[in-house]
């Protein structure tokens, strides 16, 4: 396989040598601004005349994520039900805990227009989606490998048109305000959590039993802490309290001397949050910049799941608002990290390649690191609809910068090798730019340097990256 990517990798080289600018400024040429600002911003029709008798209309539900159902999926029913016009709109609690209705009124026709909301955990909207109770799954963690053989007769869920990353989270470690402690390994944590470290003072910190606080097993955050925790090496302990609501988790974590759990970033409220490390990499605490680019260690997506071609047309309108600009800063103030991109100054780390540095010293950061598929040269998902945000990013700027694309690797047995790959997949980057009309004027790579992640397992993945820097 990895012969495969080599070789898929190195056709680019052709087709980037042949699509140099005349300047080496940053280039521009395609859509128009306002094409662009179509794609990107996802902006939602006025509602037309509802063919029914009804008085109250359900336009789409949304079952799943606790994390993305909380606030975040209310939020964004709110700000769409206004853009299609329509007034009054409020969010209503039913009797059921942790269900919403989001209803408006459409004046002009007399009528009540709702969403409804189902936020019981990830795992109970896939089922509302196969069910056919709900038009959109929302989860805090990816598709599982038998979600998608049992919805291949309806969809495929990993297909572009059935995926959709909504935002960025950071799956963030929370201890009691007071607690010393203030960074620990994705190991450490995993031995927290299975029971084998039972005191803090074993991690430095004081002469106190360690308590733990977890999500319950319909939770896409447990099944994300599971895996990028725990992993096939650890088991939750039984002495772990389980909760379905995140909030009242960080609560009582707070509350605790000696407890520790894990949460989405928005919902750490008056707890502590902890800085954690994978491997070699420096530990980190969940940031705007260390999540959006997804360097920090716990970072995870928030997706939203439909048909690949709903017999609902509102679904897929409201999935393109809630992944445009304004669905964007939506999910920034409900806590968690908007997938619009902004320029950021970055303190840089001391062990950095000397040339790393110097190519980056006065430039500026993006909040976006383009990441590929698993075992593949082509970007994925997200970093298809990044490229295009990315592209609006600039011509929204203005000026004449000059952009930097800079790929990053795992471990090789040949350092030169993973240097080559890594550039590589910078000039995977730079093609999908190059069909917008962006020329960039530096792609390189560094191979292994700077890890976010360990070299094993999934870190490997997140350790292939791209980086974007603007001078």
Aim: hydrophobic share 40%; proline share 3%.
């Amino acid at each position: 396989m990895m012969k495969r990517i080599f070789t898929g990798l190195l056709c680019l080289m052709a087709s980037w040598a042949s699509a140099q600018p005349t300047s080496t400024a940053l280039a521009f040429s395609g859509e128009s601004p306002t094409d662009l600002l179509e794609m990107v911003e996802g902006k939602p029709q006025p509602l037309g005349v509802l063919d029914t008798k009804e008085e109250s209309v359900t336009l789409l539900s949304i079952h799943g994520s606790n994390t993305v159902g909380e606030s975040l999926a209310p939020s964004l029913a709110v700000a769409y039900l206004k853009a299609k016009g329509l007034e009054n709109v409020q969010v209503e609690e039913t009797a059921v805990k942790n269900e919403k209705v989001i209803k408006g009124v459409l004046a002009s026709q007399g009528k009540t227009v709702q969403i409804k909301i189902a936020a019981h955990g990830s795992s109970t909207g896939f089922k509302g989606l196969m069910s056919g109770a709900a038009d959109i799954w929302a989860s805090s963690r990816p598709v599982k490998d038998k979600e998608v053989d049992a919805a291949k007769l309806m969809t495929n869920l990993r297909d572009q048109n059935s995926e959709h990353v909504v935002g960025i989270d950071g799956l963030a470690i929370i201890v009691h305000p007071e607690n010393s402690v203030t960074s620990v390994t994705t190991e450490n944590l995993g031995r927290i959590f299975s029971g084998d470290i039972t005191n803090w003072s074993e991690l430095g910190g004081p002469n106190l039993a360690i308590s733990l606080y977890a999500r319950d097993d319909n939770s896409g955050t447990w099944d994300s802490f599971k895996k990028m925790v725990l992993g096939k090496t650890y088991k939750l302990s039984a002495a772990a309290a389980r909760y379905e609501s995140s909030e009242r988790l960080s609560d009582n974590v707070s509350r605790d001397r000696g407890g520790i759990g894990f949460i989405g970033m928005a919902f750490v409220r008056d707890a502590k949050l902890l800085a954690i490390a994978d491997g070699p990499a420096q530990a980190l605490q969940p940031t705007k910049l260390s999540v959006g680019t997804e360097d920090y260690a716990l970072s995870r997506r928030l997706f939203l799941y439909s048909d690949d071609n709903p017999a609902n047309l509102y679904v897929h309108e409201f999935i393109r608002f809630a992944e445009g600009i304004r669905g964007q800063e939506i999910v920034q103030l409900s806590g968690f990290v908007s997938q619009n991109v902004s320029a950021i100054n970055p303190e840089l780390d001391e062990d950095l390649p000397q040339e790393y540095v110097t190519l980056v010293n006065g430039a500026e950061r993006l909040s976006v690191n383009f990441r590929f598929q698993e075992g593949s040269a082509k970007l994925d998902n997200k970093a298809i609809k990044d490229i295009e945000r990315l592209v609006y990013f600039l011509k929204q700027r203005g000026q004449e910068n000059e952009l930097m694309l800079i790929g990053f690797g795992d471990k090789r047995k040949n350092e030169s090798r993973s240097k080559l790959l890594s550039k590589l997949r910078a000039m995977a980057v730079r093609r999908e730019l190059v069909r917008h009309g962006v020329y960039p004027k530096e792609t390189t790579g560094y191979g292994e340097f700077n890890p976010v992640a360990s070299f094993n397992g999934s870190g490997r993945s997140k350790n292939r990256r791209v980086e974007v820097w603007l001078r």
